[in-house]
């Protein structure tokens, strides 16, 4: 089992930056490809990042791809999101997830998940 916790999320303007991180426990955190989700209000959880486990792969959102970039630190076991060129739009709660599958789109495809992480984009 892995356990997540979320941070650095924030309140920042719109075109600013934020980097969020995701610190894992366990000693397995490799063994994990990991995701990146979002929901806003009253919507479904979106799918924003995933990184496989050997972080040569990695997907994005079209919503969100050439501004954000997922990341990971095995040593620190730590996975990462850098947001840039934020917009208003991208004002969410941001959940972190691990998976021993492939790393998909799929909400269901990950079996852990972190509490989640407000980030608001003023406009």
């Known amino acids: 089992q892995v356990q997540l916790v979320e941070s650095g999320g924030g309140l920042v303007q719109a075109g600013g930056s934020l980097r969020l991180s995701c610190a894992a426990s366990?000693?397995?955190?490799?063994?994990?490809?990991m995701g990146w989700f979002r929901q806003a209000p009253g919507k479904e959880r979106d799918f924003v990042a995933a990184?496989?486990?050997?972080?040569?792969?990695?997907y994005y959102a079209d919503s969100v791809k050439g501004r954000f970039t997922i990341s990971r630190d095995n040593a620190k076991k730590t996975v990462y999101l850098q947001m840039n060129s934020l917009k208003a739009e991208d004002t969410a709660v941001y959940y972190c997830?691990?998976?021993?599958?492939?790393?998909?789109?799929?909400?269901?495809?990950?079996?852990?998940w972190g509490q989640g992480t407000q980030v608001t984009v003023s406009s």
């Open positions: 997830a691990a998976t021993h599958g492939a790393g998909s789109k799929h909400p269901d495809d990950y079996a852990y």
């Open positions: 366990g000693r397995t955190f490799s063994t994990y490809a």
């Open positions: 990184l496989r486990r050997s972080s040569r792969s990695t």
